[in-house]
C-alpha cells in the first residue's frame, strides 16, 4: 500500500462521507479547479466506486471494498490503477496514511465541511423563496413602503392594496397584527383590504349593474367578497349598493 493518500483516495473518501456531494463542491474542499474534480469523479465512476444520482456523487459498495481494503496501490484484475491525469496541486501531496493529522489540517476540514452545509442550507432557503414567492428572511422589509400614522408614528405597509388573509398570516405574521391594530388594514370577508383603497372603493357606489365589468381585478375580487357577505345588495335590479358602513 502506498504510503501517502492521492488526491483520487482523498475525494473517494469524501464522497464517502458527504454522499451527494457535487463537482463543485469537491472542487472547493480541495481547492482544485472543477475541470480536474469533474475528470477524477468520472474516473471513479468509470471504475465502479461512485455512481451519480441527479447531480451528486454516492460511493458504491465496490467503492466502500476499496477503502475498507486499504490497498489502493495495487491493481484490480483486469483493472489499472486509479491516477490522475493532471500534476498534483500545491498542498494537495498527500498525507500519511499512519499518521495524525495536525489540529490546524483537522480545523480546516471542519470549517470547509461548515461552508458546505452552509451553502446548502442557503441554496435549500432560496428554493423554499421562489416556490412562496417571498424570502422569509427579508419578509418585513418587502411589507412595502412606510406609512405614517397619527403622532409621527410610522409602519410598514401591506405590499399590495387586496391579499387574502391566508397569504397576509403566512407572510407577514408579526406585520399582521399590527396592521389591524393601528386601522392600516380592513377585514372584508377572506381578503385583507388596506383601507385607503377600500374608502376609495366604497366612494363609486352605488354601481350600475353593466359597470361592474369594467372594475379593474382587485376591485372586482373586493366586489365579490362584499356580495358574498351580504355588505352589498342589488337595488331595483339596476345598481348595487352599500348596505352598512364598513370603514
Do not use: C
Not at 424570502?135 to 410598514?156: N, Y
Request: charged fraction near 35%; glycine fraction near 8%.
Amino acid at each position: 500500500m502506498s504510503r501517502e493518500k492521492t488526491l483520487t483516495v482523498k475525494i473517494l473518501e469524501f464522497v464517502r462521507d458527504n454522499p451527494s456531494v457535487s463537482v463543485k463542491e469537491v472542487a472547493e474542499f480541495f481547492n482544485i479547479p472543477q475541470d480536474l474534480a469533474r475528470v477524477i469523479l468520472q474516473k471513479l465512476r468509470n471504475k465502479g466506486f461512485v455512481r451519480k444520482e441527479g447531480k451528486g456523487f454516492f460511493i458504491t459498495e465496490k467503492g466502500e471494498w476499496l477503502l475498507g481494503r486499504g490497498e489502493t496501490s495495487r491493481q484490480e484484475p483486469g483493472e489499472k490503477e486509479i491516477s490522475e491525469t493532471s500534476q498534483p496541486q500545491p498542498g494537495l501531496s498527500g498525507e500519511p496514511s499512519t499518521g495524525g493529522r495536525s489540529v490546524e489540517e483537522r480545523l480546516r476540514d471542519v470549517e470547509a465541511r461548515v461552508k458546505l452545509i452552509e451553502d446548502k442550507l442557503r441554496r435549500i432557503e432560496e428554493a423554499l423563496s421562489k416556490i412562496s414567492g417571498f424570502d422569509r428572511r427579508s419578509a418585513g422589509e418587502k411589507a412595502g413602503s412606510k406609512l405614517e400614522l397619527e403622532g409621527g408614528k410610522t409602519i410598514s405597509k401591506p405590499p399590495k392594496p387586496v391579499m387574502s388573509l391566508q397569504e397576509a398570516a403566512n407572510q407577514f405574521p408579526a406585520l399582521l397584527e399590527q396592521w389591524k391594530i393601528e386601522g392600516v388594514v380592513v377585514q372584508v370577508g377572506s381578503l385583507l383590504v388596506e383601507r385607503n383603497f377600500l374608502v376609495d372603493f366604497i366612494k363609486k357606489f352605488p354601481i350600475p349593474v353593466d359597470k361592474v365589468e369594467e372594475l379593474q381585478p382587485m376591485e372586482k375580487a373586493v366586489f365579490n367578497e362584499l356580495r358574498r357577505e351580504a355588505l352589498i345588495i342589488l337595488h331595483g335590479g339596476r345598481e348595487y349598493k352599500i348596505v352598512r358602513n364598513i370603514v
